[in-house]
């Protein structure tokens, strides 16, 4: 999916003013950064997001990194997703679930695509932003299909009788754009592509061309269709999920009665960002550095909602929906949702507050139960006979220049000639992930050779490296900030160093840091800003990387370990409150909730409503993260009634079922959301209005001030 060039609505501001805006936020992170020690004791060195909160929900994202372009299919008991991995290799990651929210990375399609010098780096060439891209998996005859374009070699299919490989690779006669396929039940195989203008065109029955004659526009332009295609066939009709990002990201639904219809278009998602805002953009990425950096108002979404996704059924009958947002410098994450269907249309959400999505929700019933846990293991020592799977070169290797056997436990990276870091042969990346990640690697740069930089690095557009540059009087330690075309040297003797790179996901910020111990650290070069670029699509990446400016090849660096750490690595970042007292307050206008006249109403936090018990609620569990408010005024139970609207949020003697209960949604930023499970809607006090709570916000706003966020405290009974 590609955003617009220009957006009307964004603010062009420097760099400069970039970062004073954002300081006092990050001010925090320097803080967190700067107290990490070197040798991880604490807990969240174990930890990595897991979607799964242990309690019978699980809370969006899935992954909290890069995973672009889903596309998911269940065959029997069993689910498997893939997505777009554009210029890196190994590329079409195969996942496997049994319960749509744990899932395991159990093959790649494709070890290597090399199609030209471009994807080798070759030449000045590079393939930034093309390659495997929108990705379409299916199941038909016992076999596993991938298709998927690739800018300038045309349409790609990957087959497997086993999803953990081996997969085979060949080139369709055809180039299809962001294509979906269907194997429907009468034998015909039909693709759908385009943006905008929606094509269908049936497939040979050995899928390496179309048949010709049967390519048709199905959607005329300026219908409200996108790109992004999914289609189905369910209950005779055929469905097409795609997506929309002018002016905003949204997904729509086509429906027909016949392949080629006539089709209606109807929105099933929108708005849904989880209460996270567009921030940083760069469109020009031809032009820098620096690069021109752009900065959207505070509450503008554009690209961020879920969008670009498809949906299943499961076991038991449910319906769910998967779909992606484009959450700044992490890259683009995958969310899922319940669908709701209602006059033969799916909806992502919940009666009552359709296209709209819960960050934490009731885990799909598959008939299965799986135990938390995370697709990929991120830490690597190098000792092992292979990478781990998480890691992911940046283009086509060169084989013969790395190693992990040349020095038993030492990942051993041979230095080619580049000019820069962007084009760096051999460079081994991981996605970062967020909320929040560092990731420290020891160095032994004993054996570079003049011309030779060596190091760890943050690859983005503009990029920041900290490493060793060997020069002919011996090595410095440099930083460089590619955006600011800052250098600082540090002048070193020692020939074994340590590298942090660090970055923070909420404020778009990353740092670096060096240590010559292992245990103290030094940062240097000050904030680094993190845009989301379009040039590659792609969030933030770690990378090691060794090359020789000389034109020459150099020496070689050996890597001892790599260690990823997530300071907040929890969905529920504090267990629920159970059975403890806690006190509510609007981050909207700072007003306590509180029983008024057995009403929920805000008040001031000096107003004598808000002293004492008045203001107290007990946390009951009522099992799957949801809860009962209990009032210590009177002992009665927040109730909603009526259509959830004003005055109908009130406290009753007695709990009312399902009008008595809230799904808990921790929003990862220290503050909560209660979703009442009567209207499916949010717990709301209008802000400054010195009203009665209803409960029928629809979800966040990104700054969180539009009065369905709150802070919650424990209190002294």
Known sequence: ??????????????????????????????????????????????CTWMADNGNGTFTNPLFYEEFSDPDLIRVGDDYYMTGTTM???????????????????????????????????????????????????????DTFYIFSNVNRYGTQVFSASNPAGLWKHRTMRARLHDVTVLFDDDGKIYAVWGYD???????????MDVVPGTEKVIIEKGSGAGEGSHIYKINGKYYITNTNYDPVCYQVCLRADNPYGPYEVNVMSAEENFGEAQRLRVYNTRQGPPFEIIRFPENFVGCIPMHQGGIVQVQSGEWWGWSMLDYNSVGRVVGISPVTWKEGWPYFGLPGNLTRTPRTWVKPNTGYTSMPS???????????????????WNHVPVESKWSLTERKGYLRLHSLPSETFWHARNSLTQRGIGPESYATTQLDISNLQHGDIAGLALLNLPYAWIGIVKNEQGHTLQFYNQQEQKKIDVETDKEIVWLRAYCNFDTDIGRLAYSFDGTTFHETGGDII????????????????????????GGYADFNSFDLTEPRCKALTRPIPYNKVITLRSLADSTILVNWRNHVRP?????????????????IDRGNGRVALQSLLNNGYVTVKGNGGLAEVRIEAVEKDDASVFQWQDMLKGDLMLMSLYTHRYLFADPFARSLCSADAQGARPDRKGGACFAWEIADE
């Open 374 to 392: 995370a697709p990929f293991e991120r830490n690597d020592d190098f000792s092992g006979p292979q990478l781990k799977n998480v890691w992911q």
């Open 603 to 619: 008040v001031e936090a000096n107003s004598r409503f808000a002293e004492g018990k008045a203001a107290h609620f007990r946390i």
């Open 1 to 46: 999916m590609k955003e617009k060039r220009n957006n009307h609505r964004a603010c062009r501001i420097s760099v400069k003013f970039s970062l004073a805006i954002i300081f006092f936020i990050a001010s925090a992170a320097n803080e967190i950064f700067a107290s990490v020690p070197g040798q991880n004791t604490d807990d969240s060195t174990r």
């Open 87 to 141: 210029h890196t290799m190994p590329g079409l990651p195969v996942l496997h679930s049994k319960d749509l929210v744990n899932w395991k990375l159990i093959s790649y399609a494709i070890e290597r695509l090399d199609l030209g010098p471009e994807l080798r780096l070759e030449n000045g060439l590079d393939f930034y932003g093309q390659g495997i891209w929108a990705p379409c998996i299916r199941y038909h005859n």
């Open 197 to 207: 203008e929606v094509k269908m065109v049936q497939l040979t029955p050995d899928l």
């Open 530 to 553: 993190l845009p989301y670029q379009l040039r590659t699509f792609q969030g933030v990446r770690y990378a090691l990387f060794n090359f020789n400016t000389l034109g020459k090849e």
